[in-house]
């Protein structure tokens, strides 16, 4: 690691921590030629991510997109930000997990209704419509009977 200050390569790491829930090391350095001290993070290099869309075209994973139609389907509910980049942070995790470097963008979606199920019906509609392409009346009607046993189960349970 190059000194910022005078580039030269000998340093030494006075503290590290661990920061991002682990998901990074923070390096606190001191240069051994000059003395300047400067932060600097280290993080596991994942590969890129490649979606394949139902029409077979193929581009890299972006989860601002996941998040934008997040955002559209959450509009006046209950979720919150940090909900769904949670959400967000869920998905591409279980993406990374399949070991997979193509993954369909079916699984992306179903991916995101699973987990926005768990927080708000409304939310889950919206995106199930533009997700599944409702055409009909009868694909929000079959959607919200699924719904309404979901709901209908809970209850028995309890």
Do not use: W
């Not at 400067?38 to 890299?60: A, C, F, I």
């Not at 979720?79 to 942070?89: D, G, H, K, P, S």
């Not at 279980?94 to 699984?107: M, N, Q």
């Amino acid at each position: 690691m190059k000194c910022p200050k005078c580039q030269a390569v000998d340093t030494k790491v006075i503290e590290s921590r661990d920061v991002s829930g682990g998901e990074a090391i923070r390096r606190r350095r001191e240069c051994l030629k000059c003395g300047m001290r400067y932060t600097t993070y280290e993080r596991l290099e994942r590969p890129n991510l490649v979606v394949v869309k139902k029409d077979g075209t193929r581009q890299s994973f972006d989860r601002r997109k996941v998040l934008g139609g997040i955002d559209k389907a959450a509009e006046k509910t209950s979720i919150t930000a940090l909900q769904r980049e949670e959400i967000v942070a869920k998905v591409e995790k279980k993406l990374y997990e399949t070991g997979e470097a193509e993954v369909p963008s079916t699984l992306i979606g179903e991916l995101v209704m699973h987990e926005l199920s768990k927080l708000d019906d409304v939310a889950y509609v919206r995106f199930a419509s533009v997700y599944r392409r409702f055409t009909s009346i009868k694909g929000f009607e079959r959607e919200l009977s699924r719904l309404k046993d979901k709901a209908a189960d809970k209850i028995t349970k309890v």
